[in-house]
């Protein structure tokens, strides 16, 4: 099927564009694009040019694989400069997705009308780019240069009704067949009018430049969105050479602005995550009703997000009280949502109506999948599970929130391990994206599948891993904190090491993550293990603040103190000296610490035990620990993951990092992982050594 046809309603030319599925402007299109354009510019015949998209959308942008790649030409550049410059009036009927590249051809256009059900948006901001073929230019002289900003700068669609109002559409229409109808209509009439056409740019910006107090705060504002990402700064530039310069002068510069954006390391770490955060699969069991056992913070939060998902839900405690402080929790989250305008009030009265409370284990016997968030104990949940696999129908999916126990020893207490599965929220549930699914030796395929499917449905991130201590995210942190608890003991302080890996990227220090999350929680967790190193400094200052009675921000106290009603850590001297007295007890010479070894240390050891976790196939690929990390526990964005930050290092140079560790601070924490020495001797990264893995197994 051509990805561009082009046909003939009269005197109207209609372009379609066909690149399911949802017509990117890749190579092939642009070619067959411009060729249409070209075509119908010189047919006597046709009066006026209709462009639109088939399917669910006019075009939602680029094909985002091409830009790890030399640009081919024509660029869309070439392709739009060519539609603005049609002697026959060009009309784009837009629907649907009208994103990134898709906007700027309609800016090309010389009118533009949509269906309601259209959205528009500039959201190259999130992969660390700037609208590069004249959205800087065009739009700016269309609806303002603090319109254009803002919208260049959120990254966010705006819906048809907005878009009408800042100008940017010359007429909506309703939605289906009408529109190309109408499409039809509107470019016979201007195609029937004589004069000059309207181009964007011929136009002055209306209102000429924002104030700079207006600009600078929007810069801030999308520093603080988008940190490390050097296309902020580059918007603005461009869109005030569109105030300042010629359109030329601003489109040359934008193009510029763009190529250094695309070869950036944070642009190639923010496109890796687009991919890495994809997934289309489906299939499963059919879940239509949802079970929550525990109605806590956590249970409480599965509850909302399922719920607003569609499903029906019982959230069921046998703790009378706990139970109703996660009704009353869960009404108070949803209303607070509505109240921070990040929730319509219709779809939160929804959401509650879809929660009914139970007071016993057996109001969950008819419903198609549990996801148990109860205490964090071993012994707890079997003894949960042994009365869920005799109480659910057959063929319910089993599903337990543990964050670091054994789904297969929890699996066999329910006597039905297939339908077993772990389900690893992150906190809040009702928030974070992240689910790790956690699949047990015995869990069956379409369990899994079930879990995807429902993650996906919830609008959350699901990514599959194997059943080890941790499972994945917590693994690494245990390698993490494990180098932030022993440079405390070494010299460092909380504030210091917290600082350092924040100006790395981190959006939370470990000591301040280690009080949000609660010093308890993670002294359970220790407490549960059979395997700790038999090593007195092993997390000895996180049992040190434990056995102080400092939880973290819940009892006001924990690494740093909390004044009242704050959320807002302050530095402790008493806690530092506490650390500096059990550093003597244990005979650790205090020393000065550099920043620098601080980062290297906990990153490289976060990096270390990837490489341990890929080896022994924990994890199905470097992406996967990448996305895990970058949406569960605040790795920067723009650094892409630990992993493919390690590539972008070299592994030569982390292997480098790891043998000066293990030298000056020994082998049992320090051993490099084989998969790290292999890729330091091959020259090779994780992204490639994937590579040839997955085609390896593709051709057995």
């Known amino acids: 099927m051509d990805l561009v046809r082009i046909e003939r309603r009269g005197s109207v030319a209609v372009i379609r564009i066909d690149h399911a599925p949802v017509n990117a402007l890749a190579h092939p299109v642009r070619c067959a694009l411009l060729q249409a354009v070209v075509d119908a510019d010189a047919d006597p015949a046709v009066d006026a040019v209709v462009i639109t998209g088939e399917g669910r959308h006019f075009v939602a942008g680029a094909d985002i694989r091409e830009f790890d790649r030399e640009p081919l030409t024509p660029l869309l550049n070439d392709v739009l400069l060519r539609v603005e410059a049609s002697s026959t009036p060009v009309v784009a009927a837009m629907h649907g997705a009208v994103l990134g590249g898709g906007l700027e051809l309609g800016l090309a256009c010389h009118y533009r009308i949509a269906a309601r059900n259209t959205s528009f948006g500039l959201p190259e901001i999130r992969l660390g780019l700037l609208p590069g073929s004249g959205g800087t230019q065009r739009l700016p002289r269309l609806i303002g240069a603090a319109e254009a900003l803002k919208l260049m700068l959120s990254g966010e669609p705006i819906g048809c009704e907005r878009a009408g109002g800042l100008g940017l559409i010359d007429r909506t229409v309703d939605e289906g067949d009408e529109l190309v109808s109408a499409a039809l209509r509107f470019a016979a009439d201007v195609g029937a009018r004589r004069g000059p056409l309207p181009r964007l740019r011929d136009r002055e ?17 999308a520093h603080r969105k988008f940190p490390g990402v050097r296309s902020v700064d580059a918007i603005i530039e461009c869109v005030q050479a569109a105030v300042r310069q010629g359109f030329e002068a601003g489109l040359a510069l934008s ?27 489906a299939g499963g069991r059919a879940v239509g009703t949802a079970g929550v056992l525990g109605a806590g913070t956590m249970g409480s939060g599965i509850a909302i997000s399922l719920a607003l998902a569609g499903l029906d839900v019982v959230l069921v405690d046998t703790r009378q009280e706990a139970l109703s402080a996660g009704m009353d929790r869960l009404r108070s989250t949803l209303s607070a949502s509505v109240q921070k305008g990040r929730l319509d009030a219709a779809a939160a ?20 999948l ?47 391990a297939g339908d077993v599965v772990g389900m690893h929220f992150f906190s809040p549930a009702n928030i974070m994206r992240l689910v790790e699914i956690v699949r047990g030796t015995g869990t069956a395929p379409e369990v899994i599948a079930t879990a995807r499917a429902v993650t996906r449905r919830m609008g959350k991130l699901g990514v599959v891993v194997g059943n080890c201590f941790g499972f994945v995210g917590n693994r690494m942190l245990y390698a993490y904190g494990r180098e932030n608890q022993l440079l405390l003991l070494e010299g460092a302080t909380p504030v210091q090491v917290d600082r350092a890996l924040e100006k790395f990227g981190m959006a939370m220090g470990p000591n301040a993550v280690g009080d949000l999350a609660g010093i308890d929680v993670g002294y359970r967790v220790r407490r549960e293990r059979k395997d700790l190193p038999d090593d007195p400094r092993y997390y000895r200052v996180a049992d040190l603040l434990f056995e102080a009675g400092r939880l973290g921000q819940k009892s006001g106290r924990g690494a740093y103190l909390y004044p009242e009603n704050s959320r807002k850590p302050v530095r402790d001297p008493d806690v530092e000296s506490m650390i500096t007295a059990e550093s003597g007890r244990l005979g650790i010479e205090r020393r000065a610490i550099r920043d620098e070894e601080i980062v290297d240390r906990c990153l490289f050891a976060l990096i270390n035990e990837g490489a341990l976790i890929l080896q022994q196939g924990f994890a199905a690929s470097p992406a996967d620990i990448d996305v895990i990390w970058c949406n569960g526990y605040g790795f920067p964005r723009c650094r892409g993951g630990p992993m493919f930050y390690a590539d972008t290092l070299g592994s030569s140079v982390v292997l480098e990092g790891v043998r000066r560790f293990e030298r000056n601070f020994g082998a049992a924490y320090w051993t490099p992982a ?5 890729l330091a001797a091959s020259g090779d990264t994780f992204q490639s050594w994937q590579l040839r893995r997955a085609a390896a197994e593709g051709s057995s």
Do not use: M, W, Y
């Open 205 to 221: 910006v209306p209102g000429g430049e924002p104030d700079q107090d207006f600009v600078e705060r929007e810069r801030a504002a």
């Open 370 to 416: 549990v996801i148990e968030a109860v205490f964090e104990s071993l012994a707890v949940k079997r003894e949960v599970f042994a009365a869920l696999g005799k109480i659910c129908r057959a063929g319910a999916v089993l599903a337990s929130n543990t964050s670091t126990l054994d789904i297969d020893a929890i699996a066999s207490a329910s006597g039905r």
């Open 674 to 678: 084989p998969l790290l020495c292999e």
């Open 255 to 281: 193009r510029v602005r763009f190529e250094e954006c695309r070869r950036s390391d944070a642009s190639r770490a923010l496109r890796h995550l687009f991919f890495a955060e994809r997934d289309s699969r």
């Open 349 to 368: 009265a929804a959401a509650v109506e879809r929660v009914r409370a139970g007071e016993r284990i057996d109001a969950l016997r008819h419903v198609d």
